[in-house]
């Protein structure tokens, strides 16, 4: 790891930055000199003291002349502020990352601070310029007489050129549309993705929101074209304290975002567990039956098929939204399951065959219990929890959430954050965090096109909890087609992956009720070998094609294979897919698994065999709705 400091602390230098004008201006540009960001404070004039920033890529404008200001009930910090001192830093240092979507990472990046004080009043603004975009930061430092602060707004305003289009949702697990900037409503979700032109596309996120009001996005009533943040509810820090990353993500295409997409992990803090050993990544079912006999039949079949564990849902302890239900008993909610369940007897069934339990707790049972949870599952022997409708939004809720993660560590046991969280990267710091939902997922019964909306625009923040399922009739009454489902676990990252969703292993007890719908026994279809051999963590990624809402084909590697995934929207896609990401010394066999409607099965996916190397082809020609995947693996 090498790290570059060049530190200025300047009065003479503030000379330079000040023109006749009155205005400083500093600029920092990205390791590769590529963006630039420029930055000043206009000295006189009705926005005296207001920091403007602008962003360039080296060809154009990426952000136009906009503002940052900051409310708390005591002032607005912008106005009147002036620059006092101005220091630079070079970072330039590579992390592994064994639980993402790429094991290397580099972490890259130029850094200007700038301290702006009005009297005794002070605050810090951070920008930093990486190769994928920039950041933005504000630190309050310790002021004499005050060791708080009440923050009321933060405007912090992004200005385009044109009335781009943008992809909009209002809620994490909502619904997304195409609109341009100007038709966007209050509360639009991050990231916020904007397709400037055909070679360039720019995301809108948040970074590191650990104790902080969640950022959303509103239109700017001041600027034309143009988007401000807006907090989710009052913030209140003691000083000093540094915000949450404001980020503004660029690259040439919506797959090359994708790609770049570890900028949000970036920005936070390295690992802080010291033995991550006990982390596992893998595959999941889940156990809707809730008796002893569906746990062992489901421990089985995921020994069978290289999963690694076994979630138990909603009901293991009585109904989740009633108050009164104890996380600390097995107890069930009769309404779901007339048992038996010897939850104990399945742990340890589970464990001698190498496959981790994984218990579902709702919000309200975490929220009264967890300090009394933990421990105890510690002893019973599960290996993770799924938190069920968190809270989300307000800085209260946010801090617990995150305080929960921690302390779950501590006991050494995996999370998964389902409902309306989205990530903002505090997985790096706390990796046991592998994945959450904040997805309009499968069990949405979305179509491909809003798949392959999903992809380019919620999956920038990081890994999401799609439940993909298989034998449900949705997917192909209403979703798409079987080879897309397998194609899913390529192009949707999540360590944890939750496949089968609504579907029961051979010898479970079939559960049919109006709460779970219409339940699937688990067949030997052939190509339920890519779920066996498919990974859920990867040493490499390559969007391959990309169009957001029409269609993708993704290519991640691990150790010495690649898998493909290839998803479909609405219209007839044809792609003459190139193999120049394999090793050129070796050849390949590529196994490929694509819809087939002449098939007489039940599932109606053909499997091809084709031998292959970096100078080969193949083209690919896919139906609405259709899919498909490729496992290929060096021959020996």
Same mark, same amino acid.
């Given at each position: 790891?090498?790290?570059?400091?060049?530190?200025?602390?300047?009065?003479?230098?503030?000379?330079?930055?000040?023109?006749?004008?009155?205005?400083?201006?500093?600029?920092?540009?990205?390791?590769?000199?590529?963006?630039?960001?420029?930055?000043?404070?206009?000295?006189?004039?009705?926005?005296?003291?207001?920091?403007?920033?602008?962003?360039?890529?080296?060809?154009?404008?990426?952000?136009?002349?906009?503002?940052?200001?900051?409310?708390?009930?005591?002032?607005?910090?912008?106005?009147?502020?002036?620059?006092?001192?101005?220091?630079?830093?070079?970072?330039?240092?590579?992390?592994?990352?064994?639980?993402?979507?790429?094991?290397?990472?580099?972490?890259?990046?130029?850094?200007?601070?700038?301290?702006?004080?009005?009297?005794?009043?002070?605050?810090?603004?951070?920008?930093?310029?990486?190769?994928?975009?920039?950041?933005?930061?504000?630190?309050?430092?310790?002021?004499?007489?005050?060791?708080?602060?009440?923050?009321?707004?933060?405007?912090?305003?992004?200005?385009?050129?044109?009335?781009?289009?943008?992809?909009?949702?209002?809620?994490?697990?909502?619904?997304?549309?195409?609109?341009?900037?100007?038709?966007?409503?209050?509360?639009?979700?991050?990231?916020?993705?904007?397709?400037?032109?055909?070679?360039?596309?720019?995301?809108?996120?948040?970074?590191?929101?650990?104790?902080?009001?969640?950022?959303?996005?509103?239109?700017?009533?001041?600027?034309?074209?143009?988007?401000?943040?807006?907090?989710?509810?009052?913030?209140?820090?003691?000083?000093?304290?540094?915000?949450?990353?404001?980020?503004?993500?660029?690259?040439?295409?919506?797959?090359?975002?994708?790609?770049?997409?570890?900028?949000?992990?970036?920005?936070?803090?390295?690992?802080?567990?010291?033995?991550?050993?006990?982390?596992?990544?893998?595959?999941?079912?889940?156990?809707?039956?809730?008796?002893?006999?569906?746990?062992?039949?489901?421990?089985?079949?995921?020994?069978?098929?290289?999963?690694?564990?076994?979630?138990?849902?909603?009901?293991?302890?009585?109904?989740?939204?009633?108050?009164?239900?104890?996380?600390?008993?097995?107890?069930?909610?009769?309404?779901?399951?007339?048992?038996?369940?010897?939850?104990?007897?399945?742990?340890?069934?589970?464990?001698?065959?190498?496959?981790?339990?994984?218990?579902?707790?709702?919000?309200?049972?975490?929220?009264?219990?967890? *300090?009394? !949870?933990?421990?105890?599952?510690?002893?019973? $022997?599960?290996?993770?929890?799924?938190?069920? @409708?968190? %809270? /989300?939004?307000?800085?209260?809720?946010?801090?617990?959430?995150?305080?929960?993660?921690?302390?779950?560590?501590?006991?050494?046991?995996?999370?998964?954050?389902?409902?309306?969280?989205?990530?903002?990267?505090?997985?790096?710091?706390?990796?046991?965090?592998?994945?959450?939902?904040?997805?309009?997922?499968?069990?949405?019964?979305?179509?491909?096109?809003?798949?392959?909306?999903?992809?380019?625009?919620?999956?920038?923040?990081?890994?999401?909890?799609?439940?993909?399922?298989?034998?449900?009739?949705?997917?192909?009454?209403?979703?798409?087609?079987?080879?897309?489902?397998?194609?899913?676990?390529?192009?949707?990252?999540?360590?944890?992956?939750?496949?089968?969703?609504?579907?029961?292993?051979?010898?479970?007890?079939?559960?049919? *009720?109006? !709460?779970?719908?219409?339940?699937?026994?688990? $067949?030997?279809?052939?190509?339920?070998?890519? @779920?066996? %051999? /498919?990974?859920?963590?990867?040493?490499?990624?390559?969007?391959?094609?990309?169009?957001?809402?029409?269609?993708?084909?993704?290519?991640?590697?691990?150790?010495?294979?690649?898998?493909?995934?290839?998803?479909?929207?609405?219209?007839?896609?044809?792609?003459?897919?190139?193999?120049?990401?394999?090793?050129?010394?070796?050849?390949?066999?590529?196994?490929?698994?694509?819809?087939?409607?002449?098939?007489?099965?039940?599932?109606?996916?053909?499997?091809?065999?084709?031998?292959?190397?970096?100078?080969?082809?193949?083209?690919?020609?896919?139906?609405?709705?259709?899919?498909?995947?490729?496992?290929?693996?060096?021959?020996?």
């Amino acid at each position: 790891m090498r790290i570059l400091y060049l530190t200025c602390c300047y009065c003479s230098l503030l000379l330079s930055m000040v023109s006749c004008s009155g205005i400083q201006t500093q600029e920092v540009q990205s390791p590769d000199g590529k963006i630039s960001c420029k930055i000043w404070s206009d000295q006189s004039g009705p926005d005296k003291g207001i920091v403007h920033y602008s962003i360039n890529d080296g060809m154009k404008e990426v952000i136009l002349p906009s503002s940052f200001q900051l409310t708390t009930t005591s002032l607005v910090y912008g106005k009147g502020f002036s620059i006092e001192k101005a220091e630079k830093e070079t970072v330039d240092k590579k992390w592994k990352n064994n639980f993402g979507e790429r094991k290397e990472i580099q972490d890259d990046y130029q850094q200007l601070k700038l301290f702006l004080a009005k009297g005794n009043n002070r605050i810090n603004f951070i920008c930093r310029v990486y190769n994928e975009g920039v950041a933005f930061s504000y630190e309050i430092p310790e002021e004499e007489g005050k060791d708080s602060v009440i923050i009321t707004d933060e405007d912090f305003s992004f200005r385009f050129k044109d009335d781009f289009p943008a992809w909009a949702t209002y809620k994490a697990q909502g619904k997304y549309e195409k609109v341009p900037l100007s038709k966007i409503k209050n509360g639009c979700e991050r990231p916020f993705v904007i397709e400037c032109d055909s070679n360039l596309t720019v995301a809108l996120a948040e970074a590191k929101l650990v104790d902080f009001a969640r950022m959303k996005f509103c239109p700017d009533s001041s600027e034309t074209n143009a988007v401000r943040t807006v907090l989710d509810g009052q913030v209140v820090n003691k000083l000093p304290f540094q915000s949450p990353w404001r980020v503004v993500m660029i690259a040439l295409s919506p797959g090359k975002l994708l790609e770049q997409d570890y900028l949000i992990q970036n920005l936070n803090d390295p690992c802080e567990i010291t033995d991550t050993s006990w982390i596992k990544p893998g595959k999941v079912i889940r156990e809707g039956t809730l008796t002893t006999r569906g746990g062992k039949a489901c421990i089985d079949f995921a020994g069978d098929h290289g999963m690694q564990y076994v979630e138990f849902d909603a009901g293991w302890y009585g109904p989740e939204n009633d108050p009164a239900s104890d996380a600390t008993t097995v107890t069930l909610d009769e309404k779901r399951s007339k048992g038996p369940l010897d939850l104990k007897e399945v742990i340890q069934y589970g464990k001698g065959k190498g496959i981790g339990v994984i218990l579902y707790v709702n919000c309200r049972a975490l929220e009264q219990q967890l *300090d009394t !949870l933990l421990p105890l599952y510690r002893s019973w $022997g599960i290996a993770g929890i799924k938190y069920g @409708f968190v %809270q /989300v939004g307000g800085q209260e809720y946010t801090r617990w959430l995150h305080e929960a993660v921690k302390k779950t560590a501590d006991y050494e046991m995996i999370v998964d954050i389902h409902d309306e969280y989205r990530p903002t990267g505090i997985s790096r710091t706390f990796p046991n965090l592998l994945t959450q939902e904040g997805i309009r997922g499968d069990e949405e019964s979305i179509p491909n096109s809003h798949t392959l909306i999903t992809m380019f625009t919620r999956m920038l923040a990081g890994a999401a909890d799609n439940t993909v399922c298989y034998y449900s009739d949705r997917v192909t009454e209403k979703m798409g087609s079987h080879a897309s489902q397998l194609a899913k676990t390529v192009c949707l990252f999540s360590p944890l992956q939750f496949l089968y969703w609504y579907d029961i292993p051979p010898l479970a007890p079939e559960k049919r *009720d109006g !709460l779970w719908g219409k339940t699937n026994m688990i $067949g030997n279809e052939p190509e339920l070998d890519f @779920f066996d %051999q /498919v990974p859920t963590v990867w040493d490499e990624t390559k969007v391959l094609e990309d169009k957001i809402g029409e269609f993708a084909i993704i290519a991640r590697r691990k150790g010495g294979q690649w898998f493909v995934g290839g998803i479909n929207g609405d219209n007839p896609s044809a792609f003459d897919l190139k193999f120049d990401f394999l090793d050129k010394e070796k050849k390949y066999i590529v196994k490929i698994y694509s819809d087939d409607p002449s098939l007489n099965t039940r599932t109606q996916v053909r499997i091809d065999e084709i031998q292959a190397d970096s100078h080969s082809d193949y083209q690919i020609n896919l139906r609405p709705g259709n899919g498909i995947a490729m496992q290929i693996s060096p021959v020996n």
